[in-house]
């Protein structure tokens, strides 16, 4: 499975697109039990000296809404068109990591590669938890264009929040081809936030103008460590 993913971040890399463009890559995992502290250590200790080019890595841990027992994700994300590794022996650091990884890792779970096509950076830092959901969408632009609508629309219900949208590419998890994610709080505050924009008409009006969809599943997650 890791031979594959170095194979399709490979070919990714080598296709030419918006230099602005993110591109993350996501690996699900179960956590053997006690064993987040020393996932949060294990880049430390083998890989300190890494500096990401243009993107970053995190270690998320799963909330309501994980699948099939999984507690973690992995988190690369990077310029679309860039090397995220660039200068680095990453063939002798990755073995190493995910050695690592295998001591702490109960079992691998699904991963997939997207896009980020919209984002609004977050400013609270009280706001950890971040709300995903997984659409099927019939046209992908109309889809878009009624997010960025939203968004501006609603710039006061969305200060300071994370707001992102983006594409799935490559093994779609579900069957989804995009996703939607905003921060928050915790739970709480992401409801109280669904029910103050639930309660406007308009809101709900321009969420149809987004055109026809399926919401596939939704999730939450939190970052532990960002590099």
Known sequence: MKKIFSLLA?????????????????????????SENEMEKAYETCCSDMKPNKGGFALRVLGAGADNGMTHQFLWYWELGEDLWEGTDIDEKAALWWSQMDNYVE??????????????EGTNED????????????????????H???I?????EFEGRSVGFGT??????DG????????GEGNHDHVMLMDKLQSQSEFIKM?????????????????????
């Open 168 to 173: 799935y590419d490559i093994n779609r998890p």
């Open 152 to 156: 501006k629309k609603f710039e006061k």
């Open 107 to 120: 079992e691998y779970g699904d991963q997939y590669l997207g896009r980020v096509l919209s984002r609004q």
């Open 176 to 183: 989804a081809t995009h996703w939607v994610g905003i921060s």
């Open 10 to 34: 490979s070919l990714l890399l080598t296709t030419v697109l918006s230099a602005q463009t993110m591109v993350f890559h996501v690996r699900n995992v179960k956590a053997k039990e006690y």
């Open 127 to 146: 706001y950890k938890w971040t709300h995903i959901w997984d659409f099927k969408v019939d046209d992908a632009n109309q889809f878009k264009t009624g």
């Open 148 to 150: 960025d609508k939203i």
């Open 207 to 227: 969420l149809a103008e987004r055109g026809k969809s399926e919401n596939v599943k939704d999730y939450m997650v939190k970052d532990l460590k960002t590099y």
